[in-house]
């Protein structure tokens, strides 16, 4: 079952990822909303950044600590997360938070709060780089602990 997840993970990684090769080509700007191209990437980039987060919340990080003996079905996404950290899986729960609290603004977005939304764009380019390391973690994890 990791296997699958760690599949799905990355599919989601390798198509978030050309997006956001693509938008370090645009000059983020609130003319940046005029150009249909640079929206469909935007909202590509965003749309595989919330994908990917989803799953691995939902999916992969219940299955990590279920192989694990350790997931619980009455666990809160925040319990998760903090069994994630004290087991060294991740570095901080409240950056995983972050993580969310950013998805939840570019998923919320309203046209009068551009400059809000290109910040959050911004914001989420950073962070998905360190979802990329995150993930590279994981996997090692999995492998050094012999789950797969």
């Not at 469909?40 to 799953?55: G, N």
């Not at 409240?94 to 939840?104: F, K």
Request: net charge negative; proline share 1%.
């Amino acid at each position: 079952m990791l296997i699958e997840m760690l599949e799905t993970v990355d599919l989601h990684l390798k198509r978030a990822n050309a997006t956001c090769e693509d938008i370090k080509n645009i000059d983020l700007n609130k003319d940046v909303f005029d150009d249909k191209e640079n929206v469909k990437t935007i909202d590509a980039f965003i749309y595989r950044f919330v994908k990917l987060q989803d799953y691995m919340g939902e999916k992969l990080f219940k299955e990590l600590l279920r192989s694990l003996l350790e997931y619980k079905d009455n666990m809160s996404m925040l319990d998760v997360l903090d069994k994630l950290e004290k087991l060294e899986i991740i570095k901080s729960s409240d950056r995983w938070l972050d993580y969310r609290e950013i998805r939840n603004k570019l998923t919320h977005e309203y046209p009068d709060n551009q400059d809000e939304i290109i910040d959050g764009i911004k914001i989420s380019l950073e962070y998905f780089r360190e979802i990329v390391k995150l993930v590279i973690g994981i996997k090692s994890y999995i492998k050094d602990n012999g789950l797969v």
